[in-house]
C-alpha cells in the first residue's frame, strides 16, 4: 500500500467541466487561438535565432544522442557571462528552474529543518522544502506594510536555530515585488550571522527594472535559479540551471536526477537564446511595460478593484478584486470563454487567495487591450 503524501500543495480550483488538471491544460493547449496570460510565459519573441539553432539541431539528428550531462559548457559559459559571474562559482544546466528549486532544497535541508517563504509566492517551493526539511513556515506578506514582500524584518521574526533555507523570488511571482539594496544587504547579514542559505530564484530577473544577484553579494550563502522559460520564451523546452560556490554544486553533483543530462534540443536553443539576448530583451521589456499600463487603466475604472503591486517588476501582476463582489475564479471562467487564460489566486496564495486573478502580459499588446476590454465588460456582467 502506497500512503498519501503530506506535502504542500496548491490549492487549485479546476473549471467546471474538467475532471483533471491535466485535462484542462492539454484544451488550453490545444487551443491555437487562446491568449496565454495564465502562466508568465512569454510570446513576444519573433527572430531570435533560437528557432532555427534547435531546427539545425534537429536536421543534424543530435537527438540520436546524449548530451555532455552538465551541460555543454558554451552554454553554461554563457549563463555566466549573462549573470556576470566569475570562475569562482560553479554551474549545472537543469531541465527548468523547477528541478534547480528541488535540488537545492533536497541538498540543502536535512529532516530537522524548516524554511521561510512566503504567502503569496510559489509554492512549488514550499511543497519541496516540505519533503526534505521538517516544515515551512509560509509568512503571509499581502500587505502595504512589508511592501507585499519578505522582508528581512519578518524573516528576523521568523527564523529559529533550525532554519536552513529562505526562499527568495525575486522579483516575485505572483506580484511582481523586487528588493532595495539595503533590504539585499540585510538579507546577507542573516545569511551569514545564523548560516542560513539564501535560495535567490531569479526567475523573472530580466523584467525587472533593477536587480541585483544575491550571489554577488553573499556568495557563500546563496543558491541562484536560472530558468529560460519567461525571458527567454522557452517554457516548453524545459531548461534552466542552478549556480552556486563549488561546494554547494559538488555536494548536488551526487544528488542530480538528469544524470544523462538536459535535452540537447533545448540546450542549442538556449545558446541561441542568450547570444542574441542583447537584440530582443531591450524590446521585451519595453512591450511588457507599456502593457501593464494598458492593464493599470483598465483595472482603475472598476470601483473595488486595484493593483497591490504597480508597476510590477516582473512579467505579470495581481489584480485585488475582493470589493468589487467578483470572485477571482468566475473572472478566470468567464475570460476562459473569451479565450483568455488568467490564473485565480488559489493557484499562488493559501491564504489570499480568494482575493485576487493573476495575469500575465509578455503578449502581444493588441490581446492585452482584448483583455482589458474583456475585463471590464467581465466586471458589469458578473457584478
Ligand atoms: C518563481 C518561479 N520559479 C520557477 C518557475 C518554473 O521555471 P521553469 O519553467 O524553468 O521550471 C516558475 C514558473 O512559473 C516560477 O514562477
Same mark, same amino acid.
Given at each position: 500500500m502506497i500512503s498519501p503524501k503530506k506535502y504542500a500543495r496548491p490549492n487549485k480550483l479546476l473549471p467546471k467541466g474538467f475532471k483533471t488538471a491535466n485535462e484542462f491544460f492539454n484544451y488550453l493547449f490545444n487551443d491555437p487561438d487562446l491568449i496565454w496570460m495564465?502562466?508568465?510565459?512569454?510570446?513576444?519573441?519573433?527572430? +531570435?535565432g533560437v528557432m532555427e539553432a534547435m531546427e539545425a539541431s534537429i536536421n543534424e539528428k543530435d537527438y540520436c544522442k546524449y548530451p555532455p550531462p552538465e551541460g555543454f559548457p558554451r552554454l553554461k559559459e554563457l549563463i555566466m557571462d549573462d549573470l556576470g559571474l566569475g570562475s569562482e562559482y560553479d554551474i549545472l544546466v537543469t531541465a527548468g528552474a523547477t528541478e534547480s528549486l528541488y535540488l537545492s532544497t533536497n541538498d540543502i535541508l536535512d529532516p530537522v529543518n524548516n524554511t521561510i517563504t512566503c504567502d /503569496?509566492?510559489?509554492?512549488i517551493i514550499d511543497n519541496f522544502a516540505s519533503r526534505f526539511g521538517?516544515?515551512?513556515? $509560509?509568512? /503571509?506578506?499581502?500587505? /502595504?506594510e512589508c511592501g507585499f514582500k519578505l522582508t528581512p524584518e519578518l524573516v528576523r521574526e521568523n527564523l529559529d536555530a533550525n532554519t536552513k533555507l529562505i526562499s527568495l523570488v525575486d522579483p516575485l511571482n505572483p506580484l511582481g515585488s523586487s528588493y532595495t539594496k539595503e533590504e539585499r544587504k540585510d538579507f546577507k547579514d542573516i545569511a551569514e550571522d545564523h548560516d542560513i542559505y539564501l535560495l535567490h530564484d531569479i526567475t523573472y530577473r530580466d523584467f525587472a527594472r533593477e536587480h541585483e544577484l544575491l550571489a554577488k553579494i553573499a556568495p557563500e550563502h546563496t543558491i541562484t535559479v536560472y530558468s529560460f522559460s519567461k525571458s527567454y520564451g522557452m517554457a516548453g523546452m524545459r531548461i534552466g540551471s542552478i549556480i552556486g560556490m563549488p561546494e554547494v554544486i559538488n555536494s548536488i553533483r551526487s544528488i542530480v536526477i538528469n544524470d544523462l543530462g538536459t535535452n540537447i534540443v533545448a540546450q542549442k536553443g538556449a545558446i541561441a537564446a542568450i547570444e542574441t539576448k542583447k537584440e530582443w530583451i531591450g524590446k521585451i521589456k519595453g512591450t511588457t511595460r507599456q502593457n501593464q499600463e494598458i492593464i493599470k487603466q483598465a483595472v482603475d475604472q472598476v470601483e473595488g478593484a486595484y493593483l497591490?503591486?504597480? /508597476? $510590477?517588476?516582473?512579467n505579470m501582476m495581481v489584480i485585488d478584486m475582493?470589493? +468589487?463582489?467578483?470572485?477571482p475564479h468566475e473572472m478566470a471562467e468567464y475570460l476562459i470563454d473569451r479565450k483568455i487564460f488568467a490564473r485565480e489566486g488559489s493557484y499562488t496564495s493559501?491564504?489570499?487567495?480568494?482575493?485576487y486573478l493573476r495575469v500575465s502580459f509578455s503578449i502581444p499588446t493588441t490581446q492585452v487591450e482584448y483583455f482589458a476590454e474583456c475585463f471590464l465588460e467581465g466586471m458589469e456582467d458578473l457584478r
Open positions: 495564465g502562466q508568465n510565459t512569454n510570446h513576444l519573441h519573433h527572430e +531570435t /503569496p509566492g510559489y509554492l521538517d516544515h515551512v513556515k $509560509s509568512i /503571509p506578506i499581502y500587505n /502595504p497591490p503591486v504597480y /508597476p $510590477s517588476d516582473a475582493i470589493d +468589487t463582489g467578483v470572485k493559501k491564504l489570499f487567495g480568494h482575493r
